[in-house]
């Protein structure tokens, strides 16, 4: 028994019928404090570790990190109490600049300084310790 094989077919569908948008998407722009977040986030999974910080959904983070959502008060709260509190409050604050704020921040880099010369002076004396030591 001889099978004939048939032919192809005419209406098979062509380039008309695939979905191509005219327009391209229109990409938010990303806010500064995001900007921000996505720079002091690790590059492998920024969201995961978005989420650990925040306990919002990894979607959420996701959407947040990329623009397609803004960034909420329950974000910015955890952030502000995070180990990168700082920073953000300093991308928060922007280019604005008031007075108690610039003193903030005066008063924040006198405590860094005061704690780095407290560690200097620390291992200055560790170091007079150990070769007093060895004479």
């Known amino acids: 028994m001889i099978r004939q094989v048939a032919g192809s077919r005419a209406g098979g569908k062509n380039g008309h019928c695939r979905n191509r948008q005219s327009k391209p998407r229109i990409r ?13 986030l690790p590059t492998t999974k920024p969201a ?8 919002l959904p990894v979607s959420t983070c996701e959407k947040m990190l990329c623009g ?21 409050l300093f991308a928060i604050m922007g280019d604005a600049k008031p007075r108690w704020f610039v003193r903030y ?14 560690d200097t002076k620390r291992m200055i004396n560790q170091l007079r310790e150990e070769s007093s030591d060895e004479a």
């Open 28 to 40: 938010q722009s990303i806010s500064p404090v995001m900007q921000k977040v996505r720079d002091l």
């Open 48 to 55: 995961a570790a978005l989420h650990i910080l925040s306990d």
């Open 68 to 88: 397609q959502r803004p960034e909420n008060i329950e974000l910015l709260t955890a952030l502000l109490r995070s180990d990168h509190g700082r920073e953000v």
């Open 105 to 118: 921040r005066k008063a924040l880099d006198a405590n860094a300084l005061e704690r780095q010369m407290a």
